[in-house]
């Protein structure tokens, strides 16, 4: 069992940055990939970017690339994903996730049924 726990969220300026962590515990974290995702009010959540076991590939959701950042420090069992160039539509909670399987290629971990094991998450919110 995978325990994740999220943190870094707030409130921030549109055009701002934050850095949220995933801490992981209970489990061996370098053979998870881990992915992040968010739920807006109102709205189903959606994939924002994850990354391989090993650091070497990631993946992101169009509505971020070139704006944020996932990395991960196996060394620490933490991931983060750091955010730059906030907008308000980036508004959510956000949540880490821990998946088992291994994937190359295109389309890798960006469903949700592909992930074992959440974290609470932690609201992210941007003001205009």
């Known amino acids: 069992q995978v325990q994740l726990v999220e943190s870094g969220g707030g409130l921030v300026q549109a055009g701002g940055s934050l850095r949220l962590s995933c801490a992981a515990s209970?489990?061996?974290?370098?053979?998870?990939?881990m992915g992040w995702f968010r739920q807006a009010p109102g709205k189903e959540r959606e994939f924002v970017a994850a990354?391989?076991?090993?650091?070497?590939?990631?993946y992101y959701a169009d509505s971020v690339k070139g704006r944020f950042t996932d990395s991960r420090d196996n060394a620490k069992n933490t991931v983060y994903l750091q955010m730059n160039s906030l907008k308000p539509e980036d508004t959510a909670v956000y949540y880490c996730?821990?998946?088992?399987?291994?994937?190359?290629?295109?389309?890798?971990?960006?469903?949700?049924?592909?992930?074992?094991?959440w974290g609470q998450g932690t609201q992210v919110t941007v003001s205009s």
């Open positions: 996730a821990a998946s088992p399987l291994l994937c190359s290629g295109y389309g890798c971990y960006d469903s949700s049924y592909e992930y074992d094991f």
């Open positions: 209970g489990g061996t974290f370098s053979r998870y990939a």
């Open positions: 990354i391989s076991w090993s650091g070497d590939m990631t």
